[in-house]
């Protein structure tokens, strides 16, 4: 037995071993002309994935370019402060010393106006800010192979019915090969390569989609603290700021349903103080008597002397002055509920504000694939900090007093979105796409500091497919 | 060889008359291999297209430590039973005990051409038809036929031994038949 099938296997091996048989014609043709794609394809998609890093390079050093421009603008304010030690009413023995201070701007080519004037190009300029492919199995096989001609295999019982499951080929389909078409072999084969490169084309329906967004939003914040902290932080309000961002989208659409999106925005986060007219604001304006606080919105928080700077627990973080702000005063107190025994008071609204360059990577599904297209998005984008700034809104202007302290540089949000895409034509969109970013750690690296600011924005933007 | 190695060289470097040159002088032996791993000439010639795609998409990656042909043939052999994976698709079979078949004297195959045997083959169920080419053609033992099928070296024997009984069952009706066509001597 074993001998047998030695033999056999050797006369297999002897007759079939150096066979060869002509290919036909059109197949090195085929074949050329795939290599000659394959190569297109590499090139072209070089040619993109090049693209997109110019475009990306150039828009986030966009970005910080004119963001450190407009951050240069903002004009400081040095104080020329008048100590006016005084002991005011004696009922009230807590209260030790009012320090009057008067400030004077050190550069007096600037004036209020150019102040908000800055201030508010610096918000608005937002809206201007830079913008935001195996088988070639080919053909599948094909009835020919049904064993009906005279080699036919009469004692195997095939359960070939998967095989009905098998994709013929148009051309040829329902034809046995014993069963002669009217095409010759030739016209059989053309017709079979014209099916294959029909395929190999239809494949490709991978593409890139490049827009601009501009998304006007509402940017809040969840917070905590340690109680220490707390104790010596200025009022918590729950206020956010209205703003606008900005940038530019790129995304990477597979052949299905799936896209990739990358890109750059520039959005501003924050978050804005005041107090309601409190015990200590309340005994200010009692004894002071001034006009600026008996009524209106105060800032009145405790204030720290740290060296030589004062320093400020806020809501985002410890706030370092650079300088005091024109109609304001300091107040020393030895009944402070914190730790801190002066307290700053004035009439108006603080706010803190920070610009980040966002680097979004999301994921997209489109969910209704027509003219007018529905979609999910979700992920995740590096946020760089590239603005931080402290201000005071109040009779004088709004003035810029300083820095949050332990602000990171990198943090991390994640988004999440469903847009509306509107197809203007074969190759450019249109999208509006309510999406929330909530930032997953606290920007803000001091432990007693809990800070994750999120945003609600509109994003509406025009694409251009390719 | 050393016409090879330039031509190669001239290959990974793009050059389209060098592939084609390439293609012109193995094609006709690769097709025999196609032909014998698949169903029709329809798929042998896919195979072929797809394998000689891969040739020159990798040539960059051939180290001159064996023979051109065989790493070709490799590729080739490989492109086959990739599409077996994929399709993956087991045609269940009667049951042929060994004992079953007639006493069969192989001198029979003798009388086959090349073209004839390899039609045989091409009949076979297509996992017999992957396990008999990879042990008779390719020389391989079953412990290697099992991990590149992920069948198991029982089942790559089994195999082995129900496809030799296709065919022999086969010639010997295809012979009597021609037999008493022709009266062909036996």
């Given at each position: 037995m074993m001998n047998e099938e030695k033999n056999m296997d050797k006369i297999f091996r002897d007759k079939l071993e150096g066979f060869q048989m002509d290919p036909p014609p059109l197949l090195w043709d085929g074949i050329r002309e795939t290599l000659l794609m394959q190569r297109r394809a590499k090139r072209v998609a070089l040619y993109r994935w090049a693209a997109v890093a110019a475009m990306l390079a150039i828009a986030f050093f966009g970005g910080w370019y004119f963001n450190k421009t407009v951050e240069k603008d903002v004009p400081e304010l040095a104080e020329q402060v008048i100590v006016y030690p005084e002991r005011n009413n004696a009922d009230e023995n807590a209260r030790v010393d009012i320090i009057e201070k008067s400030l004077t701007a050190k550069s007096e080519t600037i004036d209020e106006s150019d102040v908000s004037g800055n201030t508010t190009e610096k918000s608005a300029g937002l809206v201007e800010s830079p913008r935001q492919k195996e088988s070639l199995g080919g053909i599948p096989d094909p009835e020919l192979q049904s064993p009906t001609d005279k080699y036919s295999v009469a004692p195997i019982k095939s359960q070939q019915a998967q095989s009905v499951l098998r994709e013929e080929p148009v051309a040829l389909k329902g034809k046995n090969k014993s069963e002669k078409s009217s095409f010759s072999d030739a016209e059989k084969r053309l017709i079979a390569e014209n099916i294959r490169h029909k395929r190999d084309y239809s494949k490709n329906g991978s593409s890139w989609k490049m827009g601009m967004n501009v998304s006007p939003g509402y940017s809040s914040y969840s917070a905590s603290h340690e109680r220490d902290y707390a104790n010596n932080m200025t009022y918590s309000a729950t206020d956010g700021n209205s703003n606008v961002s900005a940038g530019i989208s790129v995304q990477y659409k597979t052949k299905g349903r799936w896209s990739v999106e990358s890109g750059v925005y520039y959005v501003q986060n924050g978050q804005k103080s005041e107090s309601i007219p409190q015990l200590f604001a309340a005994y200010a304006a009692d004894d002071e008597k001034t006009p600026p606080f008996t009524e209106g919105l105060y800032v009145n928080t405790d204030i720290d002397a740290e060296g030589n700077r004062m320093v400020m627990n806020s809501v985002a973080g410890i706030v370092e002055f650079e300088s005091l702000p024109e109609g304001a005063e300091i107040e020393a107190s030895l009944e402070r509920a914190g730790s801190y025994s002066n307290a700053l008071v004035t009439r108006g609204e603080f706010s803190q504000v920070f610009d980040f360059v966002e680097i979004p990577l999301f994921l997209r599904y489109l969910l209704v694939d027509s003219r007018v297209g529905l979609e999910v998005a979700g992920g995740i984008n590096a946020g760089l900090v590239v603005g931080n700034n402290a201000y005071i809104n109040n009779d004088y202007g709004l003035q810029n007093i300083g820095k949050t302290r332990d602000i990171s540089a990198v943090n991390f949000s994640a988004s999440i979105g469903m847009g509306v895409t509107y197809s203007l034509s074969k190759h450019i969109s249109l999208a509006i796409e309510p999406r929330m970013n909530y930032y997953?750690?606290?920007?803000?690296?001091?432990?007693d500091v809990n800070f994750r600011p999120y945003r609600i924005g509109l994003y509406s933007g025009l694409y251009y497919e390719f | 060889m050393e016409e090879i190695k330039k031509i190669i060289k001239e290959c990974i470097s793009g050059n389209v008359r060098a592939q084609e040159k390439l293609y012109r002088m193995f094609a006709p032996k690769m097709f025999g291999v196609c032909l014998r791993y698949s169903r029709d000439r329809t798929e042998a010639e896919d195979n072929l297209q797809e394998g000689f795609i891969k040739v020159f998409t990798n040539i960059d990656s051939f180290r001159h430590e064996g023979s051109f042909e065989g790493w070709m043939r490799r590729i080739m052999v490989n492109v086959a039973l990739s599409k077996y994976r994929k399709n993956n698709i087991l045609y269940p079979v009667e049951n042929i005990g060994d004992h079953d078949m007639p006493q069969f004297s192989d001198n029979i195959f003798e009388k086959f051409g090349a073209e004839e045997l390899i039609e045989l083959i091409r009949q076979l169920p297509e996992r017999y038809r992957m396990v008999f080419n990879l042990y008779v053609m390719e020389g391989m033992n079953h412990q290697e036929i099992s991990e590149m099928m992920n069948i198991s070296v029982g089942t790559s024997k089994s195999n082995l031994s129900r496809a030799r009984d296709i065919l022999k069952r086969k010639v010997r009706d295809l012979y009597d038949e021609v037999k008493l066509n022709s009266n062909l001597p036996a």
């Open positions: 997953i750690n606290s920007i803000n690296r001091n432990p | -």
